[in-house]
């Protein structure tokens, strides 16, 4: 399991991305309950075309064993929010509380700290919006932003200034300041869609008022 894990992360950081999902799956065939393993192949199902059901299956065993890794956190929040489970509800069996990307998501900014690219506040303040939290959307964007552009000018006075990752911290940081940006200007924000439920949730003008009040 761990050299499969370990094939993934290289493939990763090379021009082979698509043989990630595969070595993660490989992985997950010698330790079906790989925490990183499991978080790793969630969080791409999220982010490419994969299932958002088997994403949550996924990152939920993660979760079950690292429920304070940030990283983790930040899946499972963002996992729910591809769902539309934004708030708490209870389980109906069980009448345990099960948390919602809202939750998930501060979760996550809290245990990341300054330690924070700039993602999951950007997560945040979708789901922030999303609930109709349209003030604290904006401090979670703007938030990422300044993240992201801290984290920016570490990268280039280390000299990776050409860097995949660079580019991809700049695009989330311009992407999260064009939020905040709509929103002040009384535009529809370019939030994530929500894969995993109706396209008619997902329209802008489907986005509830912000309930007054709400924190």
């Known amino acids: 399991a761990e050299f499969a894990y370990l094939l993934a992360q290289y493939a990763a950081g090379t021009a082979d991305p698509e043989a990630v ?3 993660l799956r490989l992985a997950l065939e010698y330790d079906p309950r790989h925490p990183w393993v499991a978080n790793d192949l969630g969080y791409r199902l999220l982010e490419g075309e994969g299932s958002v059901a088997e ?15 940030a990283a983790i956190v930040d899946s499972l929040g963002w996992a729910r929010y591809h769902l539309g489970q934004l708030e708490d509800s209870p389980d109906p069996e069980s009448g345990e509380i099960i948390p919602g990307a809202v939750t998930l998501l501060r ?4 245990l990341a700290g300054d330690d924070d690219d700039g993602v ?25 932003a300044r993240q992201a552009s801290r984290l920016m000018n570490r990268l ?6 050409n860097g995949l990752r660079l580019r991809e911290i700049q695009s989330l940081a311009a992407a999260a300041a064009m939020k905040r940006n709509a929103v002040q200007l009384a535009q529809p924000p370019a939030v994530a869609p929500q894969r995993g439920v109706s396209d008619v949730g997902d329209r802008p003008d489907s986005q509830p008022a912000d309930p007054p009040g709400t924190s």
Do not use: M, N
Request: hydrophobic residues 45%; proline residues 2%; negative net charge.
């Open 156 to 161: 280039r006075a280390s000299g990776a200034a």
């Open 21 to 23: 999902p595969a070595f």
């Open 55 to 69: 994403a949550e299956r996924l990152i939920a065993i993660a979760y079950e064993q690292l429920s304070d890794e």
């Open 107 to 110: 979760k996550a900014a809290e």
């Open 120 to 144: 999951v506040s950007d997560h945040l303040g979708d789901a922030l919006f999303r609930s109709g939290r349209t003030d604290r959307a904006l401090e979670a964007w703007s938030d990422a």
